[in-house]
């Protein structure tokens, strides 16, 4: 019987030598894009119910336990993150949770790539794509915030001090690796974290 | 390059990562009556604008956070912006008061259809 | 002195005795030091001529110290890293650099420009307005072209640039621009204070002019005493300093523009993967500026002759380099601060006298000068000045104030002149984004006053002179910037400064010098050295009424150099002033605007050039499609496939066998770029009938609908496919351009307008790899796919789809298709996209599948007569213009764009309709957007009728076909129009419907 | 011409005595108290105005009131470029009107206004923008310019500093050319026509804001200024970004809103570029003026904006998109940006003709193109106020076509993506 191979944006590109950070991309992450209300009693339950704690309400925060997490993205919109071969029954778990409610939930595990940045000068790298304070005090790990990066439409995930999750589109991918390349060449340092 | 705040999400950031969709609390009148709508009117909504030098009133999009449209409240001199608000709300008290010439009309018009 | 004339034995800050170097100059070889400038070394070598001036040509040295110079333009570099316009002052050496003078041929000795400075008496300000407008062809083929040769300064790089820029974004609670006396206290105030802090200075080192400075701090000279705060500051966790880094720009809300030279001093850096230059973008909460200010020269016959120079240049050579502008100097000036030139070239044993325009001088300064015993003559100016290569001599007259033209002159001779006409605070960034400046009368300049932002302006940049209130204006100044940005700010204890600094006495205008002769009787007191704007031009567009301060500056062209004015506005202010009788204020200042020096468009482009210059999108499949020979189409950032060329084989030749592999057999299209949007809510299919120009709300589960979308102006927009997954739950499909256009749409209309509806909108686009399976042949190769479905036309008809598996694949299948052909769109999750692609290949291979591009599939869907968005339409174009009202509900209340359709323009008779062309003669394509023409004439003009949308060689009708819109298009069936072409020749065609082929679509439902 | 006339003999003859006795190019009249009409703005558009009403139509009793100085606004400040091959008719005949009377301005003002015709192309760098530009390349050939698609080769060989790799991002597959196209110098077209006006009688009076328009019923009675009441019966409004602001003390709301235009200049260096390069599909164009600076514009931001200052980020995007197409200008440095207040209108065309209030003309809308209409404008604008009815040429232009929905849209062959 035909048998899926599955291929990442990135499975071409091997990890570089040439930067002061790391990079590799993540491919074993499922995604599921989760919408509601806040406001709807009803919603917020059902989710709880599947994820077994509470969606995060407060901007730009994330909610896990074990080994699923959840994105805030905006006031009535969530991802969720968890292995991606469970996404799809999740996936299912949130539309029968939620059939008598308002809401709306898609396995869109393939629609990111996500690509995992290393090292001391992770936050610099990210300042030389976008315009956010990455040395602002809110930046902790759990922090999620969309972003546009090198131009791109971005997501990115706090993981902790020195490591920093970026997601962009699939298309983008490749454009974001060789964004990333440039950026944290070795020599181009800016240092402006080493110890500040 | 402006620093917006959106008044959903409460971020702060470069313009760039705003989407700007002109002037704000223009009726589409075909939303609330679309028998009988004259041709000055559909030509009043779609393309006559308040265009003041001074204080302004117009929409933005947290384009790339989180996806909300909102209102801002802008000098078109000075660039400073005097308020943000919500997409279904209207100006804070104190901003409307310093609105000049049709925008003053405009807000002295719905206040009277609020009452 | 040395054997080697100018580089004296000892001194020279910031230069390295031991560590030589060599570079080239014009060819010639240059012995310098580490720290050496090229204009230091340049002059240590003798050399004074550093270039020709930009319109008489006249030979030029070095005037300035730092970003200031105007005359001592070079270029750097070779080839592909050519740098034109650079300022000598500012060049840093290195072991074999390469340096060359610019605007002079063959050479700066001996320059063929230079006759124009023996014609200037015939070319005032703004000659070229009053000439060269016969005969009129004359301006383009001859005057046009000498001017043009004559004029530009350096010559562009040759090639792609190798070297790499990058941003960096930045933010901090105070920025404080220019690393001097002023800058650092404050820097380090507000960081003491706990504030996080940026100090930016464009020098290498930090200090700015402390150095030449006469203030005693604490028993110490200003920057020795200064350097140990200036190191400190480094060591900071709070305080990042920049060095090589101009604040080049302020912005609005405080956001500001730096730009960093970062290898330019240093190939190895660049050997190791630096940079060159990095653009510095900050948001900063405050801002102080601390940017110093820049000396004036004096406007006296002739004072552009090399080696004439500001007296802080002279200084600063002597005290940083170690090098000597001659051996005979005069020092020429209004004020005291240029005394401190001449004690400098005294202490390093040149001969100097000075002349000083001031009757009765008074400051401490005067009086030390006379004790030393340096000659100083009062009431004096320099009225000549003789050499024109260098200055040999000069004379001085007696001078009182407003005097016309001097009648007595002694000659002096000489072989440099260090003048000086006082300072102008550098308010650059002040006035950048709004900040009022107000006029001086002490100063005789503009300082800050107000503005509208949070900045602060401290030191010379403010106008405060003085070394003891600078340091407390700038302490002051940091603490608050902290203070106010800062919860609690830290209690910083103030250290205990004591300032000695000489007593200053009153600087008086000198706007310009007298000579025997008047100034506007061909001698040449310029203003604008770059430009070679004189006093009389200045005076000459006054006379012929370019009165405001902008006509003057843009008929004579003063402060347009490439130093923006930097010397020479103010000057000009000041003569304007005296020749109108009006005050400075009153003429007025013109609008300063960033850059504050010229920096690099590889900086400010930054990292995105090249393969980073736009993204390209890539869908799953993208390298196989490379693989395959692809050529690409862009669509919006997507690259998709155009056409497979094989081996031997042209575009044409392989576009035909994709159609005919499609209409024969069955061919495989990557959709995969189509927009796909998910809808759902109970409000989702009322929302859709708003969106739509046809109804969704009847449209069934299970089932798909073609639907076309307006803008609100009543022109189409956007058209797709939408399919109904559920009740309350929709799939919508756009154009691949449209995607995220309408995505867009969608939400705005959400939050904005229909804000009672309850639907939500998630674009999905990116999580499917779509493939269009079509052509007789694809359900054979879909029953080899193993679908758990079923798949019989009954079961499966056109317009309906179907979820589940084929094999191991989780599919959705839509049974529509844009070629005419049995279609399938089978999509698959993005990350099993390449691997079902491949799979349908293997399965379709007996039945000899072949991929297929977007031309293939243009010309497919155009055999019948289906539009493609974009190509029929074009922004103004209706529904009914292309033949869809059918699809424009009657019984729909309201809808997006249906109220502009009753617009007269839109509704009237003898619009442009869509229709089918067949040309008279079978291979002639009509090319596209060729326009007809309602009667065919000899020659144009000819009323046209409207214009070809689409025009393709149909390999399966075996001739061209072509949609065009045409005045009254459907009535005119049958008739036969022209369409005049280009070279005279006319191909006729015959208006027919739209659908070339398979008019009864058998084939699509088969 | 009562001034003595500029030429090379004059030059000579000035030179003798060191051009002292050079006359004024323009008076600085006071305001009359009446004029038969009156010239709101004093860029190029209303200078022209007024002298084609002066030369055309013997109105000589009128004035041109200007806030600040004569040529201040978007005239001083634009790119220059002169073209006229425009896909729509309306559009096609107002700027190739210009663009012939540019051709002999020089002479018809007797002020060198530097019209060189060096060329302007307009790259192609897609199949849709290519398709486009055949579309506008048919319709104008048969409407008689002289314009025509050139291939990559040609376009290589008149700009050789471009980049021809074919797999760079948006490859050049051709241009479409407009040989007689090329560029002026902006300051001399307003100067040119203000010492022509001036010299036929026009006072064009500076430093004079209107801060009013009085009306009798519907009727133009006059002008309230900074420098008093001007009484006329006919006024023609011609502010470009300020047109809202002055039309709303009419009572006239306009179809327009006002955004920042940025533009920015090179350093001077020695030729590189001979012609007029747009390209579309990255936005930006660029020229080298005759002074050596390369004369660079982008796009306009996106927000309403008075301020003349603009934001870097438009700026970034235009200079990224000239290094792709013009590798070596990496190494040259930005000298000078600056904004001007473009007046845009619904469909990016411009607004000619009367207005609801009758003596109250307008002339606006030009938003990004205004300098290369100016002496077609002027003249049309002039017919228009002189006989109180639109001229044939700007008939199509009238502020109806907004409630009849009969747009005049320039975008439209780009304006949809596919």
């Known amino acids: 019987m035909l048998e899926p191979r599955f291929e990442s944006a990135l499975a071409l590109r091997g990890e570089p030598t040439t930067t002061y950070v790391s990079m590799r991309e993540i491919t074993t992450r499922g995604m599921i894009d989760l919408r509601g209300l806040t406001s709807d009693r009803k919603f917020m339950a059902a989710a709880k119910a599947v994820l077994g704690f509470d969606l995060p309400k407060a901007p730009r925060t994330s909610n896990s336990f074990g080994d699923v997490k959840v994105l805030w993205l905006s006031p009535d919109q969530w991802l969720v993150l968890c292995a991606r071969e469970k996404a799809p029954s999740l996936a299912a778990e949130f539309a029968k949770a939620t059939e008598n409610t308002h809401a709306l939930a898609v396995d869109v595990s393939d629609m990111r790539s996500i690509i995992r940045i290393e090292g001391e000068g992770s936050r610099e790298v990210m300042m030389k794509g976008c315009s956010l304070d990455f040395t602002d005090a809110d930046f902790t790990p759990g922090y999620v915030r969309r972003v546009r990066f090198a131009e791109i439409a971005a997501l990115f995930t706090i993981v902790d001090a020195s490591t920093i999750d970026l997601y962009v589109f699939r298309s983008y991918a490749n454009y974001a690796w060789d964004f990333l390349l440039k950026a944290a060449r070795k020599g181009s340092e800016v240092g402006l974290f080493n110890g500040r | 390059m402006l620093l917006v705040t959106c008044p959903v999400c409460h971020a702060s950031g470069d313009e760039t990562d705003f989407h700007f969709g002109g002037q704000a609390h223009v009726a589409r009148p075909a939303t609330s009556n679309p028998e009988g709508i004259s041709d000055e009117q559909q030509r009043e909504y779609l393309f006559t604008r308040i265009n003041p030098k001074g204080l302004h009133f117009e929409r933005v999009r947290c384009d790339r956070g989180c996806g909300k449209w909102f209102h801002a409240a802008r000098d078109t001199m000075t660039m400073e912006f005097k308020a943000f608000y919500g997409i279904t709300e209207l100006p804070p008290d104190h901003v409307i008061k310093q609105a000049k010439g049709a925008w003053a009309e405009y807000f002295t018009m719905r206040m009277k259809k609020q009452k | 002195m040395t054997g080697k004339p100018y580089r004296l034995t000892e001194g020279g800050s910031r230069i390295d005795r031991n560590s030589r170097m060599t570079f080239s100059f014009d060819g010639r070889d240059v012995q310098g030091f580490a720290g050496d400038t090229v204009a230091s070394a340049v002059l240590a070598s003798g050399q004074k001529i550093f270039g020709r001036s930009f319109k008489y040509h006249r030979p030029r040295g070095v005037v300035g110290l730092g970003s200031e110079e105007m005359n001592a333009l070079i270029g750097v570099g070779a080839d592909a890293r050519h740098e034109p316009n650079l300022r000598a002052t500012q060049v840093e050496i290195f072991g074999g650099m390469v340096a060359e003078s610019q605007n002079r041929w063959p050479s700066l000795t001996y320059d063929m420009g230079a006759i124009n400075s023996k014609l200037s008496r015939f070319i005032p300000g703004g000659f070229y307005y009053k000439t060269f407008k016969w005969p009129q062809a004359f301006w383009k083929h001859v005057y046009e072209p000498i001017i043009r040769r004559a004029a530009g300064l350096g010559r562009a790089a040759t090639g792609c640039d190798p070297d790499t820029y990058e941003h960096m974004h930045l933010h901090c609670d105070v920025l404080v621009a220019g690393g001097g006396l002023a800058g650092i206290l404050a820097a380090e105030a507000a960081a003491k204070a706990g504030a996080r802090v940026v100090l930016i200075d464009e020098n290498p080192v930090l200090g700015g002019i402390a150095d030449l400075t006469a203030g005693m701090i604490n028993g110490e000279c200003a920057a020795d005493w200064l350097k140990p705060t200036a190191d400190a500051l480094q060591m900071m966790p709070n305080m990042r300093v920049l060095s090589r880094t101009t604040v080049v720009g302020h912005y609005h809300h405080n956001y500001l523009m730096a730009h960093e030279r970062v290898g330019d001093h240093d190939p ?215 203070k106010s940005v800062l919860k609690k700010a830290k209690a910083a204890k103030p250290a205990k400064i004591e300032v000695k600094e000489p007593k ?94 010229p920096y690099s468009f590889g900086a400010i482009a930054g990292a995105l050039t090249n393969d980073l210059f736009l993204p390209v999108r890539r869908t799953a499949v993208f390298q196989w499609h490379t693989d395959q020979g692809a050529t690409w189409e862009p669509v919006g950032q997507w690259r998709r496939a155009y056409t497979y060329t094989g081996v031997g084989e ?109 639907v939500f909108v998630t674009p999905v686009t990116e999580q499917w790899s779509q493939f269009a399976l079509a052509g007789p042949q694809a359900r054979e190769v879909l029953e080899k796919l193993e679908p758990d479905f079923e798949i019989t036309n009954e079961a499966f008809p056109h317009m309906s789809f179907k979820i589940g598996k084929l094999g191991g694949f989780p599919v959705r299948v839509y049974r529509i298709s844009f070629s005419g052909e049995l279609s399938y769109e089978i999509a698959a999750p993005a990350g099993y996209g390449l691997s079902l692609w491949q799979a349908i290949m293997e399965a379709g291979a007996e039945f000899g599948i072949g991929p297929y591009g977007t031309e293939a599939l243009h010309v497919l869907r155009a055999e019948k007569g289906y539009i493609v968005i974009g190509d029929e339409t074009d922004g103004t174009t209706t529904p009914d213009d292309v033949g869809m009202a059918g699809m424009v509900s009657k019984k729909k209340t309201d809808f997006l764009g249906k109220r502009s359709l009753e617009q007269s323009e839109l509704k009237r008779d003898g619009r442009k309709q869509l229709v089918g062309l067949l040309t008279e003669e079978p291979n002639d394509i009509l090319p596209d957007g060729a326009h007809a023409v309602a009667d065919l004439k000899d020659k144009p003009p000819m009323k046209m009728i409207g214009h070809v949308t689409s025009s393709y060689m149909s390999p399966s009708l075996g001739r061209s076909i072509a949609m065009a819109l045409i005045e009254n298009g459907r009535a005119r069936m049958g008739e036969t129009i022209a369409f005049p072409l280009a070279g005279g020749k006319v191909m006729k065609a015959k208006i027919i419907g739209t659908v070339f082929y398979d008019k009864d679509g058998g084939r699509i439902n088969a | 011409m009562l001034k003595p006339r500029y030429s090379i003999f004059s030059l000579a003859r000035n030179a003798m005595n060191y051009h002292k006795d050079w006359e004024r190019a323009w008076r600085s009249p006071s305001p009359k108290a009446e004029y038969d009409a009156v010239i709101v703005g004093a860029g190029g558009h209303g200078l022209a105005t007024a002298y084609y009403l002066a030369k055309n139509h013997k109105m000589t009793n009128i004035a041109v009131v200007e806030k600040g100085w004569l040529g201040g606004g978007n005239t001083g400040r634009n790119t220059t470029i002169i073209r006229s091959n425009y896909l729509q008719d309306p559009s096609i005949a107002i700027y190739e009107l210009a663009r012939t009377l540019y051709e002999g301005l020089s002479q018809e003002l007797n002020y060198n206004v530097m019209f060189s015709p060096r060329g302007v192309l307009m790259l192609c760098q897609t199949q849709h923008e290519l398709r486009a530009f055949q579309r506008t390349a048919h319709a104008n050939r048969l409407a008689g310019l002289d314009c025509r698609m050139i291939t990559p080769a040609e376009v290589k060989e008149i700009v050789p500093i471009i980049n021809d790799d074919p797999n760079c991002r948006y490859p050049i597959l051709g241009a479409y050319y407009q040989p007689r196209g090329g560029t002026g110098r902006h300051d001399a077209v307003a100067w040119g026509y203000a010492r022509g006006a001036d010299d036929m009688g026009v006072d064009i009076i500076q430093n004079c804001e209107v801060t009013g328009i009085q009306r009798d019923g519907n009727q133009v ?146 938003g990004t193109g205004g300098f290369k209409a100016i002496p077609g404008s002027g003249w049309v604008f002039a017919d228009t106020l002189a006989n109180d009815r639109p001229h044939k040429i700007a008939e199509a232009f009238s502020m109806e076509r907004f409630t009849e929905g009969r747009f005049i849209d320039e975008s439209v062959a780009a304006a949809v993506a596919h």
């Open chain 3, 268 to 482: 190895a850096l660049l050997a190791a993967g630096a940079p060159r230059q990095r653009k510095w973008k900050i948001r900063a909460k405050r801002v102080i500026m601390a940017t110093g200010a820049i000396e004036r020269p004096i406007a006296f016959a002739n004072n552009d002759r090399p080696n004439i120079m500001l007296a802080s240049a002279a200084r600063g050579l002597i005290s940083r380099y170690g090098v000597s502008p001659g051996t005979q100097g005069i020092v020429f000036t209004n004020n005291d601060d240029a005394y401190l030139t001449a004690f400098a070239l005294q202490k390093a044993g040149v001969n100097v006298q000075i002349v000083d325009s001031r009757a009765r001088p008074d400051g401490d300064l005067v009086k030390r000068a006379q004790e030393e015993g340096i000659p100083v003559s009062l009431s004096s100016v320099i009225s000549a000045v003789a050499g024109t290569q260098a200055v040999r001599a000069v004379k001085i007259a007696a001078y009182r104030k407003g005097q016309g033209r001097v009648i007595t002159e002694r000659k002096v001779d000489c072989d440099f002149i260090a003048m000086s006409g006082g300072w102008n605070p550098a308010l650059h960034l002040w006035a950048h984004n709004g900040g009022k400046i107000r006029f001086d009368d002490s100063l005789q300049s503009f300082r800050p006053d107000t503005h509208p932002d949070a900045i602060t302006a401290v030191g010379a940049a403010n106008g405060t002179m003085s070394v003891a209130e600078t340091i407390s204006e700038a302490q002051a100044a940091g603490e608050v910037a902290a």
């Open chain 3, 504 to 597: 200053r006495g009153a600087l008086e205008p000198l706007w310009f010098a007298p000579a025997t002769g008047h100034y506007n009787e061909g001698n040449k007191h310029f203003i604008d050295f770059q430009n070679d704007v004189t006093v009389a031009d200045l005076e000459l567009a006054q006379r012929e009424g370019y009165e405001s301060v902008e006509h003057t500056k843009r008929y004579t062209t003063l402060g347009m150099a490439t130093d923006q004015g930097k010397t020479s506005n103010l000057n000009g202010l000041g003569v304007l002033a005296e020749a109108t009788g009006k005050t400075i204020p009153e003429i007025g200042v013109t609008t300063f605007r960033p850059p504050y020096t």
């Open chain 4, 221 to 366: 009675m006059g002008l309230e200024t900074s420098r008093g009441v001007i009484k006329t019966k006919k006024v023609g409004v011609v502010t470009a970004g300020n047109v809202s602001t002055v039309m709303d003390m009419a009572g006239v709301r306009m179809p327009i809103e006002s955004l920042c235009l940025q533009a920015l200049v090179s350093e001077p260096i020695k030729p590189v570029i001979d012609c007029v390069v747009m390209a579309n599909t990255v936005h930006g164009y660029m020229s080298q003026s005759d002074k050596g600076e390369l004369v660079i514009g982008g796009g306009t931001d996106p927000y309403n904006n008075y301020s003349q200052r603009g934001s870097f980020a438009s700026l970034e995007h235009t200079i990224t998109a000239l290094i792709e197409t013009f590798p070596i200008i990496s190494r040259l440095r930005m000298l000078r940006h600056w904004g001007g207040i473009v007046d845009m209108t619904g469909d990016r065309s411009p607004i000619i003709g009367k207005t609801p209030v009758d003596g109250l003309y307008v002339n606006c809308g030009w």
């Open chain 3, 650 to 758: 042209e575009k044409h030749q392989s576009i035909t066998r994709e159609i005919l592999s499609v209409r024969n057999k069955v061919g495989l299209l990557d959709a995969s770029t189509l927009g796909k949007i998910e809808i759902k809510g109970p409000d989702a299919a009322e929302f859709l009938d708003r969106i739509y120009t046809n109804t969704f709300s009847t449209l069934k589960v299970g089932r798909c609908r073609y639907g076309l979308m307006m803008n609100e102006l009543g022109f189409l927009s956007d058209d797709g496919v939408t399919v109904r997954l559920g009740e309350d739950h929709f799939l919508m499909h756009t154009t691949s351009g449209g995607a995220d256009r309408i995505a867009a749409w969608l939400e705005e209309w959400l939050q904005t307008e229909w804000t009672q509806y309850k």
